[in-house]
Nanobody
Framework: EVQLVESGGGLVQAGGSLRLSCVASGFSFDDYAIGWFRQAPGKEREGVSCITTDGKTYLANSVEGRFTISSDDAQNTVFLHLNSLRPEDTGVYYC?????????????????????WGQGTQVTVSS
């Protein structure tokens, strides 16, 4: 059974930084992707970034130049580095997982593509 556990959220002032972690376990095959999503109160969940096991990445325009994604394969962990945070970045951040085709699979921001979800971690940015 695939399990995803997020951590690293918190309260930070505008301009500050956080590092979110997503520890993945239970994948039966080596080719999968981990995505990061966020949901602000009253808004739909939106895709922020994702990374595949062979290193392909996606980053939403709204966070380009401020957020980065990385992975530590030895720890089965994907990190989302949040820099230059703004109040509009506030929300619950979720990581999600899906299998991809070996060698050519990609990832993106569509929530329906992901099969497993973590419980979320709250990020609050004060102005």
């Amino acid at each position: 059974e695939v399990q995803l556990v997020e951590s690293g959220g918190g309260l930070v002032q505008a301009g500050g930084s956080l590092r979110l972690s997503c520890v993945a376990s239970g994948f039966s095959f080596d080719d999968y992707a981990i995505g990061w999503f966020r949901q602000a109160p009253g808004k739909e969940r939106e895709g922020v970034s994702c990374i595949t096991t062979d290193g392909k990445t996606y980053l939403a325009n709204s966070v380009e130049g401020r957020f980065t994604i990385s992975s530590d394969d030895a720890q089965n962990t994907v990190f989302l580095h949040l820099n230059s945070l703004r109040p509009e970045d506030t929300g619950v951040y979720y990581c999600a997982g899906k299998y991809i085709a070996a060698g050519w699979g990609t990832c993106g921001p569509a929530t329906y593509e992901y099969d497993w979800w973590g419980q979320g971690t709250q990020v609050t940015v004060s102005s």
